[in-house]
């Protein structure tokens, strides 16, 4: 304890010279092993004296200790004649020429990274009488620091000095508390500022406009288009939910998984636009990890959707189970930081804490490899489908629906990649601009979110999307096989078909073609057309693959274009037009045409109906 008021048994010691306060106004504390080298102890405050010299009184019954001069913390403390770190001064009572007196000298302040806060602007509805403070990791995060609060300068800036040794300082500016953060232009939160330093102690200028203040912000600006996209997916996903179950098909199956994938998705995205506005940020702060829990549920929920929807399978492929390991893994890992006390989660999140960001960004990355592959199975099991489809069948399924689905995941997963790789060398330092990293995860967001509108489109408008016919394939069969006849076909004998019997099936279905023409039937299936020719639907595709080179549906369709050409130069069809005529031939639809006889002719109808008029 000191001893000021007693004139006796005193230690003074005087601080006569030292260079110039880094901070105006600053006081003097001495950190020493009396005192556990405690930088800002007010009990060893000196004193100034009316000759400008500092000094404090400590009584004699301490023979030693060691000791260091501060400007209140160890950012500020005493150095060399250089500028660099001095080693501790030594009070020893034996030693001292006067032990009752001891006049010293700071040579200077030890050399720190410094930087120069100049506030240029600041919003227009900033009340007059508001002061304005600066926190960050460099002072734990404490929003009203009275030292850290910025000087209104004449030219009507805001200015003050930070020192610091940390490698990353991260930073924002409140008028005293977390309720009067700075926000972006939008009103919403910003992420923390940064400025990575470099390895010099110059005084560094950070030029700095204030964009918002989130507490004064109008509601006009708190909705901007993306937040109503956002938005209007999400509700426009809750009337989908209604609706799609009223669908009369018998593809039942397939639409409940469709329903989950929509409501797990909708909520996702509502719960992300809500933890963007601060009055739920900031209220209930643990609501932004869980729109995450979207990173492992969405691609088994719509792998099982696409299984059901161009399968048909009767029950969930084997050991499902491990599709779903990934998300409860996640809910694990996440469930400390959910019991986590409000306000040091909230802490937590502005300070970006280590532990937190690592999660983040391990999950993420996981997150990235584990939906890349799911994408690339769904692209497989499409592929798949449409190869044995056309083995099988005659007419086409409208499949440019899922193709358009799987084009906006792979521009997600790119777009994820990118910040991923953003976010990797901002944290290295290499670049110094983290809003790049929060437009591209918001914008993924929104590419994400036009999977609900076209789901929407397609579940409204096309509603035999949601009918294709029923198949049953094994999906976790090595892998994903094309099977040239239908799986409930009759059970094909053994035997080969050596090559003179394809001959002679060959020429018999030749003259079936010609003389019956089955392909006039829009439905045909192979299965229809071997039950005709009375053979096994296996044979059947045989022939057709090594007999005519083609498979079933191209073959059919070569007839229908053939019989089209035909009837067009027929007088009798001659009121036709080309789409009636095509379905008069066999096709379902426009599309379908077109693409067949482009495909078989190199040429278009139009042309080719142009050319024989000419």
């Given at each position: 304890?000191?001893?000021?008021?007693?004139?006796?048994?005193?230690?003074?010691?005087v601080?006569?010279?030292?260079?110039?306060?880094?901070v105006?106004?600053?006081?003097?504390?001495?950190?020493?092993?009396?005192?556990?080298?405690?930088?800002?102890?007010?009990?060893?405050?000196?004193?100034?004296?009316?000759?400008?010299?500092?000094?404090?009184?400590l009584?004699?019954?301490?023979?030693?200790?060691?000791?260091?001069f501060?400007?209140?913390?160890?950012?500020?403390?005493?150095?060399?004649?250089?500028?660099?770190?001095?080693?501790?001064?030594?009070?020893?009572?034996?030693?001292?020429?006067?032990?009752?007196?001891?006049?010293?000298?700071?040579?200077?302040?030890?050399?720190?990274p410094?930087?120069?806060?100049?506030?240029?602007?600041?919003?227009?509805?900033?009340?007059?009488?508001?002061?304005?403070?600066?926190?960050g990791?460099?002072?734990?995060?404490?929003?009203?620091?009275?030292?850290?609060?910025l000087?209104?300068?004449?030219?009507?800036?805001?200015?003050?000095?930070?020192?610091?040794?940390?490698?990353?300082?991260?930073?924002?500016?409140?008028?005293?508390?977390?309720?009067?953060?700075?926000?972006?232009?939008?009103?919403?939160?910003?992420?923390?500022?940064?400025?990575?330093?470099?390895?010099?102690?110059?005084?560094?200028?950070?030029?700095?406009?204030?964009?918002?203040?989130?507490?004064?912000?109008g509601?006009?600006?708190?909705?901007?288009?993306?937040?109503?996209?956002?938005?209007?997916?999400?509700?426009?996903?809750?009337?989908?939910?209604?609706?799609?179950?009223?669908?009369?098909?018998?593809?039942r199956?397939?639409?409940?998984?469709?329903?989950?994938?929509?409501?797990?998705?909708?909520?996702?995205?509502?719960?992300?636009?809500?933890?963007?506005?601060?009055?739920?940020?900031?209220?209930?702060?643990?609501?932004?990890?869980?729109?995450?829990?979207?990173?492992?549920?969405?691609?088994?929920?719509?792998?099982?959707?696409?299984?059901?929807?161009?399968?048909?399978?009767?029950?969930?492929?084997?050991?499902?189970?491990?599709?779903?390991?990934?998300?409860?893994?996640?809910?694990?890992?996440?469930?400390?930081?959910?019991?986590?006390?409000?306000?040091?989660?909230?802490?937590k999140?502005?300070?970006?804490?280590?532990?937190?960001?690592?999660?983040?960004?391990?999950?993420?990355?996981?997150?990235?490899?584990?939906?890349?592959?799911?994408?690339?199975?769904?692209?497989?099991?499409?592929?798949?489908?449409?190869?044995?489809?056309?083995?099988?069948?005659?007419?086409?399924?409208?499949?440019?629906?899922?193709?358009?689905?799987?084009?906006?995941?792979?521009?997600?997963?790119i777009?994820?990649?990118?910040?991923?790789?953003?976010?990797?060398?901002?944290?290295?330092?290499?670049?110094?601009?983290?809003?790049?990293?929060?437009?591209?995860?918001?914008?993924?967001?929104?590419?994400?979110?036009?999977?609900?509108?076209?789901?929407?489109?397609?579940?409204?408008?096309?509603?035999?999307?949601?009918?294709?016919?029923?198949?049953?394939?094994?999906?976790?069969?090595n892998?994903?096989?094309?099977?040239?006849?239908?799986?409930?076909?009759?059970?094909?004998?053994?035997?080969?078909?050596?090559?003179?019997?394809?001959?002679?099936?060959?020429?018999?279905?030749?003259?079936?073609?010609?003389?019956?023409?089955?392909?006039?039937?829009?439905?045909?299936?192979?299965?229809?057309?071997?039950?005709?020719?009375?053979?096994?639907?296996?044979?059947?595709?045989?022939?057709?693959?090594?007999?005519?080179?083609?498979?079933?549906?191209?073959?059919?369709?070569?007839?229908?274009?053939?019989?089209?050409?035909?009837?067009?130069?027929?007088?009798?069809?001659?009121?036709?037009?080309?789409?009636?005529?095509?379905?008069?031939?066999?096709?379902?639809?426009?599309?379908?045409?077109?693409?067949?006889?482009?495909?078989?002719?190199?040429?278009?109808?139009?042309?080719?109906?142009?050319?024989?008029?000419?």
């Open positions: 304890m000191l001893l000021g008021n007693r004139t006796e048994a005193q230690i003074k010691i601080v006569s010279e030292y260079p110039t306060f880094l105006p106004d600053g006081e003097l504390y001495m950190a020493s092993s009396i005192n556990n080298w405690s930088p800002g102890d007010p009990n060893y405050a000196l004193k100034k004296d009316i000759d400008g010299s500092y000094f404090i009184i009584p004699d019954s301490i023979p030693y200790f060691e000791y260091k501060t400007q209140g913390n160890w950012m500020l403390v005493e150095g060399g004649k250089d500028g660099r770190s001095r080693q501790n001064r030594i009070y020893d009572a034996a030693n001292e020429a006067n032990p009752r007196l001891v006049n010293v000298k700071i040579e200077s302040w030890e050399s720190k410094s930087y120069v806060m100049v506030i240029e602007k600041i919003p227009t509805n900033t009340p007059k009488d508001a002061h304005i403070y600066i926190t990791n460099f002072n734990n995060w404490n929003p009203g620091e009275e030292k850290y609060r000087k209104r300068q004449a030219d009507g800036t805001y200015r003050t000095i930070i020192y610091s040794d940390l490698s990353r300082l991260e930073y924002k500016f409140t008028r005293g508390s977390w309720e009067s953060v700075e926000g972006r232009e939008s009103g919403k939160a910003r992420p923390n500022r940064v400025f990575n330093r470099s390895n010099s102690t110059d005084l560094k200028t950070i030029q700095i406009t204030i964009e918002s203040w989130e507490d004064f912000s509601a006009f600006n708190f909705f901007s288009l993306f937040d109503l996209l956002m938005l209007f997916a999400s509700f426009q996903g809750i009337l989908l939910i209604i609706a799609i179950p009223t669908i009369h098909d018998y593809n199956a397939a639409n409940r998984w469709l329903v989950s994938l929509i409501a797990v998705t909708s909520l996702m995205v509502l719960l992300r636009e809500m933890s963007n506005h601060k009055e739920f940020a900031q209220t209930y702060p643990k609501l932004l990890l869980i729109p995450n829990l979207l990173l492992f549920l969405y691609a088994p929920l719509f792998y099982f959707y696409l299984n059901k929807l161009l399968f048909q399978t009767k029950k969930l492929p084997k050991k499902w189970q491990f599709h779903f390991i990934l998300p409860a893994i996640q809910l694990v890992v996440y469930l400390p930081y959910f019991l986590m006390d409000f306000s040091v989660f909230r802490l999140l502005v300070n970006e804490d280590n532990d937190l960001q690592t999660v983040l960004a391990v999950m993420g990355s996981i997150g990235l490899c584990s939906n890349f592959y799911y994408w690339n199975i769904c692209r497989k099991m499409i592929q798949t489908y449409k190869r044995d489809y056309s083995h099988n069948y005659s007419y086409e399924q409208n499949l440019q629906y899922l193709n358009t689905v799987l084009s906006i995941q792979a521009l997600c997963l777009l994820w990649l990118f910040t991923g790789f953003w976010s990797l060398i901002s944290y290295l330092g290499y670049v110094n601009d983290s809003l790049i990293a929060e437009r591209s995860i918001d914008t993924i967001w929104l590419v994400f979110s036009t999977i609900v509108y076209f789901l929407g489109y397609f579940a409204i408008h096309q509603p035999e999307i949601f009918k294709l016919p029923q198949r049953e394939v094994e999906f976790f069969q892998p994903l096989p094309i099977n040239h006849a239908n799986s409930y076909a009759p059970t094909p004998d053994k035997t080969e078909v050596i090559d003179e019997n394809i001959i002679v099936l060959k020429s018999q279905l030749e003259t079936y073609m010609d003389k019956h023409k089955p392909y006039e039937n829009p439905k045909l299936t192979l299965n229809d057309l071997a039950a005709k020719l009375k053979i096994q639907p296996h044979v059947l595709s045989k022939v057709i693959n090594d007999g005519f080179d083609k498979n079933f549906f191209d073959l059919v369709n070569t007839y229908r274009i053939e019989e089209f050409k035909r009837r067009i130069e027929d007088p009798r069809y001659k009121n036709y037009t080309l789409l009636s005529l095509a379905f008069e031939v066999g096709f379902n639809s426009k599309t379908a045409f077109n693409r067949s006889f482009k495909k078989i002719t190199n040429q278009t109808p139009s042309d080719f109906f142009e050319q024989i008029n000419d």
